[in-house]
């Protein structure tokens, strides 16, 4: 495989897309809800008041709101989520969205697969330093994966705009090719 100096990965749009839906269908959910009054109040069994389902209107609006933010960050986002190249790679989009990391620092690669879910695990030297560098919301999310798969750096294949067994198969090859050399091997 013949392998450019580096090698950006753009992210997946599937997600935002998605996100961007689901914030359509519970802004109608909001209003519809929103929209009842006591007569259809009266001839239902779910609800004891008005109060109660302008409160779940509430909620689903403000869910919509949520989703409609993050899908169209997400859409207008056009960085990409995974680089690679000499010195190492730039990982945007793992829960722990660790940056820039050295070849030096990951010790190896591994898939993993949950309920036909494929992950890509980059094993590295201090997970612990990737961790406490990230927000505490990440680092939970980092120290979750961390237990699940044995590193905070784990790229799920729906994330990005690559087949996974390619994706695989480039990280492999710059690893192999980057990676740490032996002591005493030339560059």
Same mark, same amino acid.
């Given at each position: 495989?013949?392998?450019?100096?580096?090698? &950006?990965?753009? /992210?997946?749009?599937?997600?935002? $897309? #998605?996100?961007? *839906? =689901?914030?359509?269908? +519970? @802004?109608? %959910?909001?209003?519809?809800?929103?929209?009842?009054?006591?007569?259809?109040?009266? &001839?239902?069994? /779910?609800?004891?008041?008005?109060? $109660? #389902?302008?409160? *779940? =209107?509430?909620?689903? +609006? @403000?869910? %919509?709101?949520?989703?409609?933010?993050?899908?169209?960050?997400?859409?207008?986002?056009?960085?990409?989520?995974?680089?690679?190249?000499?010195?190492?790679?730039?990982?945007?989009?793992?829960?722990?969205?660790?940056?820039?990391?050295?070849?030096?620092?990951?010790?190896?690669?591994?898939?993993?697969?949950?309920?036909?879910?494929?992950?890509?695990?980059?094993?590295?030297?201090?997970?612990?330093?990737?961790?406490?560098?990230?927000?505490?919301?990440?680092?939970?999310?980092?120290?979750?994966?961390?237990?699940?798969?044995?590193?905070?750096?784990?790229?799920?294949?729906?994330?990005?705009?690559?087949?996974?067994?390619?994706?695989?198969?480039?990280?492999?090859?710059?690893?192999?090719?980057?990676?740490?050399?032996?002591?005493?091997?030339?560059?």
């Amino acid at each position: 495989m013949t392998l450019p100096d580096a090698h &950006a990965i753009p /992210r997946s749009r599937a997600r935002p $897309a #998605l996100l961007l *839906l =689901a914030a359509a269908l +519970l @802004l109608v %959910a909001s209003v519809w809800l929103a929209t009842r009054d006591a007569a259809w109040l009266a &001839a239902q069994t /779910r609800f004891e008041s008005l109060g $109660a #389902l302008r409160g *779940l =209107a509430g909620v689903a +609006l @403000l869910a %919509a709101v949520a989703c409609a933010v993050k899908g169209a960050r997400g859409w207008a986002d056009r960085s990409p989520g995974l680089v690679l190249d000499a010195e190492g790679l730039v990982d945007m989009v793992s829960s722990v969205r660790a940056g820039r990391i050295r070849w030096a620092e990951v010790t190896g690669l591994a898939v993993l697969k949950v309920r036909n879910q494929f992950t890509l695990v980059l094993k590295v030297a201090d997970p612990q330093k990737l961790i406490a560098a990230a927000s505490p919301v990440r680092r939970a999310l980092a120290e979750a994966d961390a237990r699940l798969c044995g590193s905070p750096v784990a790229i799920s294949a729906a994330t990005l705009a690559i087949g996974f067994d390619d994706l695989v198969q480039l990280c492999h090859a710059y690893h192999a090719r980057y990676g740490t050399k032996p002591a005493g091997a030339g560059s």
